[in-house]
């Protein structure tokens, strides 16, 4: 059986590694502009020095 390696995440500007569990992650959004609207990002603030980091662009949900 082959083991997994964990990716941790780190801060982009500290190094520090992130708390990405649920409950540390919210919605950020990025307004581009009037033509091409918003982005939605999953976000998460560094515990060392507070820098947002964005770790993953969101999508909205597609409904048939």
Sequence with gaps: METMDINVMR????????NISK???????????????NEDWSATDCPYCGCQN???????????
């Design 54 to 64: 964005l770790l993953k662009r969101r999508f909205e949900k597609a409904v048939k």
């Design 23 to 37: 409950e540390n992650v919210y919605v950020a959004k990025n307004v581009k502009n009037l033509l091409f609207g």
């Design 11 to 18: 801060c982009k500007v500290c190094n520090h590694p992130l």
